[in-house]
C-alpha cells in the first residue's frame, strides 16, 4: 500500500519522519518496504502489508504500527460532524435481508451538498498514493478508505427508488451497470444493495452507474458496512472485477469502523462540499464486538524466543501495540485485543508481538540448534506402516477428490446412509456430492491410467488411499468416516493377499477371515466382509460390472475398502515374541461335496465347533464344479493342520481327528466325501 509520509506525520506528532528510518522500522516489524518514491514535497513508502493484517491497509494502521516500532506517540484522527436537528432514520431505511453475508450497514444522508472539484490538499495527497481526484463527495470516500481503512460508497439519495436500502442477494436474471460503464449479469449468492426495486451496488465490490454522484447530485446517502469477506471474494472473481474497496473486505475489516469511518466521511462531506448532516444513522444488523483477552507466560516467552525477556519490558512492548496489558502475578499478562487487529488469537501471537517490538536482533543466534526428538505418535506410526506394506505389495498412493461424479453417486451408497450430503451449489454445481465411498474416485484414476496404457492385466494402475468419505445418516447428520481402498488388481485373490499380508503385519496373533457378504458397489456374489480377530473390518471382491461399464475400464477390477480407524487402533506396536515349534505339523486335505448354496463359512465354523485336539489351521484351498460333481453340488477342497507342542503326532491320531470331521459334514452339510 502507498503510504504518505506527510499524512503519517499528522498522526505521529513530534520531531519530522525520516523516509528511511520509517521504512527500516516497518521492515524489522514484518512490513517490508519495496520502494520510497519522491512526490512533489512529499516521499511516498510502499509497504508489503501481508493478508493478516487487514489494520494496515490505512494510514492509521501504519502509523500505529510506527508508534510502536519507534516508539511514539500517536494521535488518533479527531471525528466531530456537525449534525443537523432533522433525522436520518426518518429520510430513508436499512433492510438486511442476508445476515449472515453483511452483520452491519450504517446510512447517513446528507442533504444540499455541492459537487464541485476537491480541494488541493486532498488532490495531493490521493495522486500521491495514485488516485485520481473526482469530485469532492467521491475523493472524501476514497480519503477515509485510506485514512482509517474502510471501504465507503456515497449514492446520489435522489437516484434511489423509495429512498431505502435493501442488503439482499441478487434475483437470478438481474443485472448492473457498474460505475465503469460495464454491464454485469448477476446470480444467486451475490450480495447486492438495492433500493426498492433494484440492485444498486455491489456489496463490497463497485457501485453502480445510474445511482453514482454527478455534478446535479444534491443529496448523498452515505454507505459504510461490514460484509462477509468470502462473498466479496467469490462476486469479484465471479465477475472479474477487482477494487481497492473489495481488496480490503476480502481481508477482514475491523468491526467497529463502519459507524466511525461513516462519521469521519460526514465530516470531511461538510468541510469540503458543504450541506446539511441528517442528525444519527438509519442501519441494520449490529457491531457485535466483544474484546477478547489473551494470557501470556512470562516463561513460555523466553522459552520460545530463546532469551531473557523481563516482565516490564514484555509489558511495556505489548502497551506499544495498543493491547492494554495488565499483570497478573509474577508470570502472567493479559492483553485485550482491540477491535482491528483481526490477526490475534492465541498466546504465541502475543510473543510475536514482543519480539517485532523488543526488536528480531534481541534474539541470540547460536552455531548450535537443540532439538527435541520425539518419536511419532502410535497413530502416525501405524498409517506409516499400513503405507509401507501396500508400496511393498506394488500399490502406488492416490489422493483423488473428495467429491464423487453424479454418474457414481449412487453406487456406492450402504445401507446405513440415507443420502449423501452436498456442496454448496455456489463453490460446485456438478458431481456435487461427497464421496460416499474412496472407490469411485480410484476407479477413475485407474479408468485415466488405462488411457495412458496402464492395463490392469499388466499389473498398472494398482493404487491406494486413505480419506475420508461421508454420509447422512437415518437422522438427517452429516456421518464422517476415515477408510483406506485399495483398487487395481485383475484377481481378487491378488487383493485379498494383499490386505492379508496387511493384516497380519499390522497383528499377526489375530485370525483373518472372510465371510461371503454382497456390498454396494461390489458384484452381487463376488465381494466378502473382511473379519480381523472376529470384528468386522471393511469389505473386498470384483467391482460391479455395470459400474466397470460407466467408466470404460477393458474389466472389472478387484478392490478392498477397510474402516481405517479400526486398523489404527488395532495394530500391535510392541513386538510378540513366541518360541518356534518344536514338533513338526501335520497337514491333511480333505475335499467334500456339499450343496452349491453352502458357504465355506459353515466349513470352516463346523470345524472349529469340534474343537479337535492339536489342531492349528484350517485354510480354504479351492473350489471344483464341473463333470465329475453331481448336478447342483460343488467340490470344497479345505487343508487341516495339526501340531502338538509336547510330542510328534501319529497318522492315527490325525486321521482319528478328520474322520470326526467327515461324520460331522456328513450330517450337518449334507456332504459326501471324495476320493
Same mark, same amino acid.
Given at each position: 500500500?502507498?503510504?504518505?509520509?506527510?499524512?503519517?506525520?499528522?498522526?505521529?506528532?513530534?520531531?519530522?519522519?525520516?523516509?528511511?528510518?520509517?521504512?527500516?522500522?516497518?521492515?524489522?516489524?514484518?512490513?517490508?518496504?519495496?520502494?520510497?518514491?519522491?512526490?512533489?514535497?512529499?516521499?511516498?513508502?510502499?509497504?508489503?502489508?501481508?493478508?493478516?493484517?487487514?489494520?494496515?491497509?490505512?494510514?492509521?494502521?501504519?502509523?500505529?504500527?510506527?508508534?510502536?516500532?519507534?516508539?511514539?506517540?500517536?494521535?488518533?484522527?479527531?471525528?466531530?460532524?456537525?449534525?443537523?436537528?432533522?433525522?436520518?432514520?426518518?429520510?430513508?431505511?436499512?433492510?438486511?435481508?442476508?445476515?449472515?453475508?453483511?452483520?452491519?450497514?450504517?446510512?447517513?444522508?446528507?442533504?444540499?451538498?455541492?459537487?464541485?472539484?476537491?480541494?488541493?490538499?486532498?488532490?495531493?495527497?490521493?495522486?500521491?498514493?495514485?488516485?485520481?481526484?473526482?469530485?469532492?463527495?467521491?475523493?472524501?470516500?476514497?480519503?477515509?478508505?485510506?485514512?482509517?481503512?474502510?471501504?465507503?460508497?456515497?449514492?446520489?439519495?435522489?437516484?434511489?427508488?423509495?429512498?431505502?436500502?435493501?442488503?439482499?442477494?441478487?434475483?437470478?436474471?438481474?443485472?448492473?451497470?457498474?460505475?465503469?460503464?460495464?454491464?454485469?449479469?448477476?446470480?444467486?449468492?451475490?450480495?447486492?444493495?438495492?433500493?426498492?426495486?433494484?440492485?444498486?451496488?455491489?456489496?463490497?465490490?463497485?457501485?453502480?452507474?445510474?445511482?453514482?454522484?454527478?455534478?446535479?447530485?444534491?443529496?448523498?446517502?452515505?454507505?459504510?458496512?461490514?460484509?462477509?469477506?468470502?462473498?466479496?471474494?467469490?462476486?469479484?472473481?465471479?465477475?472479474?472485477?477487482?477494487?481497492?474497496?473489495?481488496?480490503?473486505?476480502?481481508?477482514?475489516?475491523?468491526?467497529?469502523?463502519?459507524?466511525?469511518?461513516?462519521?469521519?466521511?460526514?465530516?470531511?462531506?461538510?468541510?469540503?462540499?458543504?450541506?446539511?448532516?441528517?442528525?444519527?444513522?438509519?442501519?441494520?444488523?449490529?457491531?457485535?464486538?466483544?474484546?477478547?483477552?489473551?494470557? !501470556?507466560?512470562?516463561? %513460555?516467552? /523466553?522459552?520460545?524466543? @530463546?532469551?531473557? +525477556?523481563? $516482565?516490564?519490558? *514484555?509489558?511495556?512492548?505489548?502497551?506499544?501495540?495498543?493491547?492494554?496489558?495488565?499483570?497478573?502475578?509474577?508470570?502472567?499478562?493479559?492483553?485485550?485485543?482491540?477491535?482491528?487487529?483481526?490477526?490475534?488469537?492465541?498466546?504465541?501471537?502475543?510473543?510475536?508481538?514482543?519480539?517485532?517490538?523488543?526488536?528480531?536482533?534481541?534474539?541470540?543466534?547460536?552455531?548450535?540448534?537443540?532439538?527435541?526428538?520425539?518419536?511419532?505418535?502410535?497413530?502416525?506410526?501405524?498409517?506409516?506402516?499400513?503405507?509401507?506394506?501396500?508400496?511393498?505389495?506394488?500399490?502406488?498412493?492416490?489422493?483423488?477428490?473428495?467429491?464423487?461424479?453424479?454418474?457414481?453417486?449412487?453406487?456406492?451408497?450402504?445401507?446405513?446412509?440415507?443420502?449423501?450430503?452436498?456442496?454448496?451449489?455456489?463453490?460446485?454445481?456438478?458431481?456435487?456430492?461427497?464421496?460416499?465411498?474412496?472407490?469411485?474416485?480410484? !476407479?477413475?484414476?485407474? %479408468?485415466? /491410467?488405462?488411457?495412458? @496404457?496402464?492395463? +490392469?492385466? $499388466?499389473?498398472? *494402475?494398482?493404487?491406494?488411499?486413505?480419506?475420508?468419505?461421508?454420509?447422512?445418516?437415518?437422522?438427517?447428520?452429516?456421518?464422517?468416516?476415515?477408510?483406506?481402498?485399495?483398487?487395481?488388481?485383475?484377481?481378487?485373490?491378488?487383493?485379498?493377499?494383499?490386505?492379508?499380508?496387511?493384516?497380519?503385519?499390522?497383528?499377526?496373533?489375530?485370525?483373518?477371515?472372510?465371510?461371503?457378504?454382497?456390498?454396494?458397489?461390489?458384484?452381487?456374489?463376488?465381494?466378502?466382509?473382511?473379519?480381523?480377530?472376529?470384528?468386522?473390518?471393511?469389505?473386498?471382491?470384483?467391482?460391479?460390472?455395470?459400474?466397470?461399464?460407466?467408466?470404460?475400464?477393458?474389466?472389472?477390477?478387484?478392490?478392498?475398502?477397510?474402516?481405517?480407524?479400526?486398523?489404527?487402533?488395532?495394530?500391535?506396536?510392541?513386538?510378540?515374541?513366541?518360541?518356534?515349534?518344536?514338533?513338526?505339523?501335520?497337514?491333511?486335505? !480333505?475335499?467334500?461335496?456339499?450343496?452349491?448354496?453352502?458357504?465355506?463359512?459353515? +466349513?470352516? $465354523?463346523?470345524?472349529?465347533?469340534?474343537?479337535?485336539?492339536?489342531?492349528?489351521?484350517?485354510?480354504?484351498?479351492?473350489?471344483?464344479?464341473?463333470?465329475?460333481?453331481?448336478?447342483?453340488?460343488?467340490?470344497?477342497?479345505?487343508?487341516?493342520?495339526?501340531?502338538?507342542?509336547?510330542?510328534?503326532?501319529?497318522?492315527?491320531?490325525?486321521?482319528?481327528?478328520?474322520?470326526?470331521?467327515?461324520?460331522?459334514?456328513?450330517?450337518?452339510?449334507?456332504?459326501?466325501?471324495?476320493?
Amino acid at each position: 500500500m502507498k503510504t504518505s509520509l506527510q499524512w503519517l506525520s499528522e498522526l505521529l506528532p513530534g520531531t519530522a519522519l525520516d523516509a528511511n528510518a520509517c521504512a527500516d522500522a516497518l521492515m524489522r516489524g514484518g512490513l517490508p518496504v519495496e520502494t520510497i518514491e519522491q512526490h512533489g514535497d512529499d516521499r511516498v513508502l510502499d509497504v508489503e502489508v501481508t493478508s493478516n493484517r487487514s489494520d494496515c491497509l490505512s494510514h492509521v494502521g501504519v502509523a500505529r504500527e510506527l508508534s510502536a516500532l519507534l516508539n511514539r506517540d500517536f494521535r488518533d484522527v479527531q471525528i466531530e460532524p456537525k449534525e443537523s436537528s432533522a433525522r436520518a432514520a426518518d429520510a430513508t431505511s436499512v433492510r438486511i435481508d442476508a445476515p449472515q453475508l453483511c452483520p452491519h450497514y450504517t446510512a447517513r444522508v446528507i442533504r444540499n451538498v455541492k459537487v464541485a472539484p476537491s480541494p488541493d490538499w486532498m488532490k495531493r495527497r490521493l495522486e500521491a498514493i495514485g488516485l485520481r481526484s473526482i469530485n469532492n463527495i467521491v475523493d472524501v470516500t476514497n480519503y477515509v478508505m485510506f485514512e482509517l481503512g474502510q471501504p465507503l460508497h456515497a449514492f446520489d439519495f435522489d437516484q434511489l427508488a423509495q429512498r431505502k436500502i435493501i442488503v439482499r442477494e441478487a434475483k437470478a436474471g438481474e443485472s448492473i451497470t457498474s460505475i465503469d460503464g460495464h454491464e454485469r449479469k448477476l446470480s444467486p449468492g451475490m450480495l447486492v444493495i438495492a433500493d426498492g426495486e433494484k440492485p444498486v451496488a455491489l456489496a463490497g465490490v463497485m457501485g453502480g452507474l445510474h445511482s453514482e454522484v454527478s455534478q446535479g447530485t444534491s443529496n448523498v446517502l452515505l454507505e459504510s458496512a461490514r460484509f462477509d469477506p468470502l462473498s466479496v471474494r467469490r462476486t469479484a472473481r465471479a465477475l472479474a472485477m477487482k477494487s481497492d474497496s473489495s481488496y480490503r473486505f476480502e481481508r477482514g475489516i475491523d468491526p467497529t469502523l463502519p459507524d466511525r469511518a461513516s462519521r469521519r466521511a460526514a465530516q470531511l462531506i461538510l468541510q469540503t462540499a458543504g450541506g446539511e448532516l441528517l442528525a444519527g444513522v438509519a442501519e441494520a444488523g449490529k457491531c457485535d464486538f466483544t474484546p477478547k483477552q489473551i494470557t !501470556l507466560r512470562l516463561e %513460555r516467552l /523466553n522459552k520460545l524466543l @530463546g532469551v531473557a +525477556i523481563s $516482565a516490564d519490558e *514484555a509489558v511495556d512492548a505489548l502497551r506499544r501495540v495498543q493491547l492494554a496489558p495488565r499483570r497478573d502475578g509474577d508470570d502472567r499478562i493479559i492483553a485485550t485485543v482491540p477491535s482491528w487487529r483481526l490477526d490475534l488469537h492465541i498466546e504465541a501471537d502475543l510473543i510475536e508481538e514482543v519480539a517485532r517490538v523488543i526488536g528480531y536482533d534481541r534474539i541470540p543466534v547460536r552455531e548450535q540448534i537443540e532439538i527435541e526428538l520425539v518419536p511419532p505418535q502410535p497413530d502416525a506410526r501405524a498409517m506409516e506402516l499400513i503405507r509401507r506394506v501396500l508400496v511393498g505389495s506394488g500399490y502406488f498412493e492416490a489422493v483423488t477428490f473428495t467429491f464423487v461424479s453424479d454418474a457414481l453417486a449412487g453406487d456406492f451408497v450402504g445401507s446405513e446412509y440415507s443420502g449423501l450430503p452436498r456442496a454448496d451449489a455456489s463453490v460446485r454445481k456438478a458431481d456435487a456430492r461427497l464421496r460416499p465411498s474412496i472407490l469411485p474416485g480410484l !476407479l477413475e484414476a485407474v %479408468r485415466r /491410467n488405462e488411457a495412458n @496404457g496402464a492395463v +490392469i492385466e $499388466a499389473g498398472g *494402475a494398482k493404487l491406494f488411499e486413505a480419506g475420508s468419505v461421508f454420509g447422512v445418516d437415518a437422522a438427517g447428520k452429516l456421518d464422517e468416516r476415515r477408510k483406506l481402498a485399495l483398487v487395481g488388481a485383475a484377481d481378487v485373490r491378488a487383493v485379498r493377499g494383499a490386505v492379508e499380508a496387511l493384516l497380519s503385519r499390522l497383528d499377526a496373533s489375530r485370525s483373518i477371515t472372510i465371510i461371503p457378504e454382497d456390498r454396494a458397489g461390489f458384484a452381487k456374489g463376488a465381494a466378502g466382509r473382511i473379519e480381523w480377530g472376529g470384528k468386522a473390518v471393511g469389505h473386498l471382491g470384483r467391482i460391479d460390472k455395470k459400474i466397470a461399464d460407466k467408466l470404460s475400464l477393458r474389466e472389472s477390477p478387484a478392490a478392498a475398502e477397510l474402516d481405517l480407524p479400526a486398523l489404527i487402533t488395532g495394530t500391535q506396536h510392541v513386538p510378540q515374541l513366541q518360541a518356534l515349534p518344536r514338533f513338526p505339523a501335520v497337514r491333511r486335505d !480333505l475335499t467334500l461335496d456339499v450343496p452349491d448354496e453352502t458357504r465355506y463359512d459353515a +466349513i470352516d $465354523a463346523l470345524v472349529h465347533k469340534l474343537k479337535l485336539a492339536d489342531l492349528e489351521d484350517v485354510e480354504y484351498v479351492t473350489t471344483y464344479r464341473g463333470k465329475q460333481v453331481e448336478k447342483g453340488k460343488k467340490s470344497v477342497t479345505v487343508a487341516l493342520s495339526f501340531r502338538s507342542p509336547t510330542t510328534t503326532l501319529t497318522s492315527e491320531q490325525v486321521e482319528s481327528s478328520v474322520q470326526k470331521v467327515i461324520e460331522s459334514a456328513k450330517g450337518a452339510l449334507n456332504a459326501t466325501i471324495r476320493a
